[in-house]
């Protein structure tokens, strides 16, 4: 089962893909953890894509391509995997059909998150994550809070906010970013039938874990 999240920053494909994966026992595959876990241990991939995370834009395809070709290779991802925050593109897209027809795998389903534009910004300003690099756990201050202020409910270990959600020049860019480059792999995926849309907003009370469940419902 090879699945993605698609949707912009903030809408919550991290939390939905964590859950996700804990049900169906398939691992989460997120870029922008690797990234950030090879950032935190200072490895030369890490100091590379800084460069280029801090200020908002995306790694060069020749890092982040082989990397989640690495991945996908590895025995973790031998039943698939849940891909989180890439393609990001229509050329990686492109790439990942190739690589996974190499495996004799494809894309079988395809999760777009929608959330309205007002929500976004504010979500990533509120949003904190688990800074233990096993646990990862996300939070939202307003939304879904820990506990007990500033600490993980998991494995009590202390909450951080990303430095790329504390800028405010940081998170426009991502978002322009996406609309530009990203928003065009819903039509690419809706062409091979593999997508499905769902809203998650605050407006209708419907959150990342309800979504999540319905998923997980029709996997069964
Ligand atoms: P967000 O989607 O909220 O920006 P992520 O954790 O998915 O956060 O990614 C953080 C950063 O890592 C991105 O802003 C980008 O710089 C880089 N990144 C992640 N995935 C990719 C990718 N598929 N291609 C290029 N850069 C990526
Ligand atoms: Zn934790």
Same mark, same amino acid.
């Given at each position: 089962?090879?699945?993605?999240?698609?949707?912009?920053?903030?809408?919550?494909?991290g939390?939905?893909?964590?859950?996700?994966?804990?049900? @169906?026992?398939?691992?989460?595959?997120?870029?922008?953890d690797?990234?950030r876990?090879? @950032?935190? %241990?200072?490895?030369? #991939?890490?100091?590379?894509? /800084?460069?280029?995370?801090?200020?908002?834009?995306?790694?060069?395809?020749?890092?982040? !391509?082989?990397?989640?070709?690495?991945? #996908?290779?590895?025995?973790?991802?031998?039943?698939?995997? @849940?891909?989180?925050?890439?393609?990001?593109?229509?050329?990686?897209?492109?790439?990942?059909?190739? *690589?996974?027809?190499?495996?004799?795998?494809?894309?079988?389903?395809?999760?777009?998150?929608?959330?309205?534009?007002? %929500? #976004?910004? /504010?979500?990533? #300003?509120?949003r904190r994550v688990c800074s233990n690099?096993?646990c990862k756990t996300i939070y939202?201050?307003?939304?879904?809070?820990? *506990?007990?202020?500033?600490?993980c /409910?998991?494995?009590?270990a202390?909450l951080k906010q990303r430095?790329?959600d504390?800028?405010?020049?940081? *998170?426009?860019? +991502?978002?322009? @970013?996406?609309?530009?480059?990203?928003?065009?792999?819903?039509?690419?995926?809706?062409?091979?039938? !593999?997508?499905?849309?769902?809203?998650?907003?605050?407006?209708?009370? +419907?959150?990342?874990? /309800?979504?999540?469940?319905?998923?997980?419902?029709?996997?069964?």
């Amino acid at each position: 089962m090879i699945m993605i999240m698609l949707g912009a920053q903030g809408t919550g494909k991290g939390t939905v893909a964590g859950l996700i994966s804990e049900k @169906i026992g398939i691992p989460q595959i997120s870029t922008g953890d690797i990234f950030r876990k090879n @950032i935190n %241990e200072k490895t030369p #991939l890490g100091i590379e894509a /800084d460069k280029y995370i801090s200020k908002g834009n995306l790694v060069p395809d020749d890092i982040t !391509v082989p990397m989640v070709e690495e991945v #996908l290779s590895s025995e973790e991802a031998k039943n698939g995997a @849940i891909l989180d925050g890439f393609p990001r593109t229509i050329e990686q897209a492109e790439k990942l059909d190739k *690589i996974l027809e190499a495996k004799g795998k494809k894309v079988d389903m395809v999760i777009n998150l929608v959330t309205p534009k007002e %929500e #976004l910004i /504010d979500r990533m #300003l509120t949003r904190r994550v688990c800074s233990n690099q096993n646990c990862k756990t996300i939070y939202n201050i307003k939304l879904h809070p820990p *506990i007990k202020e500033g600490v993980c /409910d998991k494995c009590g270990a202390l909450l951080k906010q990303r430095e790329d959600d504390s800028d405010p020049e940081a *998170i426009k860019r +991502r978002l322009e @970013i996406y609309e530009e480059k990203t928003s065009p792999l819903v039509e690419y995926y809706k062409n091979k039938g !593999v997508l499905k849309s769902e809203t998650v907003s605050i407006s209708i009370n +419907r959150m990342g874990k /309800d979504v999540a469940k319905e998923i997980v419902e029709t996997l069964k």
